[in-house]
């Protein structure tokens, strides 16, 4: 019996590959699956960046580069947030790393140890808490419900806080729920944050762009916060270029070194292609973005539309990320015409998925069992055509 490191033994294994790996063997067998539960667009990169990226390999930069990421590629995000946050970063407050991905992976090994607790608003996106469990430290969810929009409010932050609270996880637009945090609900949470200057806050911003009529507020841009915030982005949702792998972290210097020293000593610095691109996508025409987001936001009024004319459905109006997040609750210990028992958001998911042929993701993989995560990163063709199954499926169930 081999015996394996207890972080990585505690790590939970992905709860939504059981139902990715069922849609793919009932795709094989000829069934019309329709997927709405990809996390990532469904448009191609804009081209500015797949220039950037052939023009790259053409002139040689195909070596490697500094660990922390070009200086070139770490000046543009710099003025990038200055330009978009207000927030005034230099070179060595940046680590460029192979997506947002490891930046909040690097940063939690580089911060937390067993003993700390880690504050997670959930419905969370999946990898944070196994990610606090691989640095032997205990994640710990903070349950928020579709009355509140998924927002967490200041006095359950107040309560949770503890003694061992070494970090807050906060990720606005929020993936899986889509709910966006208004300024003074950010600075509530501030408020009470301010009594614990020992409690760091990673702030996920990867959705900062994907945004409908709300304002983007960068956590680290409230009085009082910028020293103990860990931002992090990327470029795989704004820019679609999740294969590219790119993101990165600003932060107090000593974070960034000490994030940079893992990093140094396991995977280097990003490929140095895609960090061309990278320069190109923060400097290209806005319009790409904001055509793409024009497009998620129509879809994302559909969707909605659909779900409210679906009996006992609850979903808020998400302002940003390409997510739903119903709340299904009320299908959960009711049975199908085929007389199988859904007891749980993931025997809903299965039913919907071998039954009506829709791929959904269960909110048991977000912490929240109540409710499934519908991606509306696919054409408006099949959009409609998924809405109208799930709505004759859940009309099945007795
Ligand atoms: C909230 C959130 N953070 C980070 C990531 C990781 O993005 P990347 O592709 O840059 O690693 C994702 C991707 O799904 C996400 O949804």
């Known amino acids: 019996m081999i015996r394996f490191n207890p972080n990585v033994e505690s790590v939970r294994p992905s709860a939504t590959l059981a139902m990715t790996g069922r849609a793919k063997q009932l795709r094989r067998e000829g069934l019309p699956i329709i997927g709405l539960s990809a996390g990532e667009p469904d448009f191609d990169t804009p081209a500015p960046i797949v220039e950037a990226g052939q023009a790259a390999i053409r002139e040689g930069y195909t070596r490697y ?31 460029c790393s192979s997506g ?13 140890r067993p003993g700390d607790e880690v504050l997670i608003p959930a419905p969370y ?56 945090y208004p ?14 200057p020992d409690v760091f806050v990673l702030s996920d911003e990867i959705y900062e762009h994907v945004l409908f009529d709300a304002e983007h507020v960068a956590f680290a841009s409230l009085p009082g916060m910028k020293e103990r915030t860990i931002m992090v982005n990327g470029f795989s949702k704004a820019y679609a270029m999740t294969g590219w792998r790119l993101g990165y972290m600003a932060a107090d210097p000593s974070i960034v070194k000490t994030s940079a020293k893992i990093q140094g000593q396991t995977t280097s610095a990003p490929c140095s292609i895609t960090q061309r691109a990278g320069i190109a996508a923060l400097e290209m025409d806005k319009r790409y973005v904001t055509d793409m987001v024009s497009r998620f936001r129509e879809r994302r009024d559909f969707v909605l539309e659909q779900l409210a004319a679906i009996d006992g459905i609850r979903c808020p109006r998400p302002e940003g990320a390409f997510y739903l997040f119903p709340d299904v609750s009320v299908y959960l210990g009711s049975m199908s015409a085929s007389g199988r028992a859904i007891e749980t958001s993931e025997d ?51």
């Not at 947002?100 to 937390?112: D, N, Y």
């Not at 409010?153 to 609270?165: C, K, M, R």
């Not at 993989?365 to 055509?385: C, K, M, N, V, W």
Request: with cysteine; hydrophobic share 40%; charged share 25%.
């Open 65 to 95: 580069t500094e660990n922390m990421g070009m200086l070139a590629l770490r000046e543009a995000i710099c003025r990038k947030f200055e330009e978009d946050n207000g927030l005034a970063y230099t070179p060595d407050q940046i680590l």
């Open 348 to 398: 809903l998911c299965f039913y919907l998925l071998e039954e009506h042929h829709v791929a959904l993701v269960p909110g048991g993989a977000f912490g929240d069992p109540g409710g499934l995560r519908i991606s509306y990163a696919a054409s408006t063709e099949d959009l409609q055509e998924a809405m109208r199954r799930i709505a004759k499926g859940l009309s099945e169930l007795r």
């Open 183 to 196: 300024r003074e609900e950010l600075e509530a949470l501030a408020e009470v944050l301010q009594r614990r």
């Open 100 to 112: 947002a991905k490891q930046s909040v992976a690097l940063a939690v090994a580089a911060l937390c």
């Open 125 to 180: 996106w999946v990898s944070y808490p196994e990610m606090v469990r691989l640095a032997g430290a205990t994640p710990k969810p903070l349950a928020t419900t579709a009355d509140d929009e998924y927002r967490l409010n200041p006095s359950a932050l107040e309560e949770a806080i503890g003694d061992a609270t070494r970090m807050l996880i906060l990720c606005s637009p929020s993936n899986p729920t889509g709910s966006v």
